[in-house]
């Protein structure tokens, strides 16, 4: 199983923008599909992105649709959320996760995780 790592969290003001890195170690993230999920204090986790394991699909939840994109390399094993126009609403620890094969939106389907990056966002 690879174990993700993930980067580049931080504090940022309301319509900034940050770029999360996961990088998959112990293995080819290409055997995976790798998904983005955030826990905000107080609620539960939920989806925020996905993507396959050769960028063919990718999906990307509601509410932070047309504000970020998900992308991998797997040259580099690593994965990215881009985050922009970011709100106050995006304040959370965001969690890189990967599945062998298909794709899922559900956090349960997936059975690795990284610790976390907090992300905070200022109004």
């Known amino acids: 199983q690879v174990q993700p790592v993930e980067s580049g969290g931080g504090s940022v003001q309301a319509g900034g923008s940050l770029r999360l890195s996961c990088a998959a170690s112990?293995?080819?993230?290409?055997?995976?599909?790798m998904g983005w999920f955030r826990q905000a204090p107080g609620k539960e986790r939920e989806f925020v992105g996905v993507?396959?394991?050769?960028?063919?699909?990718?999906n990307i939840a509601d509410s932070v649709k047309g504000r970020f994109t998900i992308s991998r390399d797997n040259a580099k094993n690593t994965v990215y959320l881009q985050m922009n126009s970011l709100k106050p609403e995006d304040t959370a620890v965001y969690y890189c996760?990967?599945?062998?094969?298909?794709?899922?939106?559900?956090?349960?389907?997936?059975?690795?995780w990284g610790q976390g990056t907090s992300v905070t966002v200022s109004s």
């Open positions: 996760a990967a599945r062998p094969g298909p794709m899922s939106i559900r956090p349960a389907d997936f059975p690795s």
């Open positions: 112990g293995g080819s993230s290409s055997a995976y599909s």
């Open positions: 993507i396959s394991r050769f960028s063919t699909t990718r």
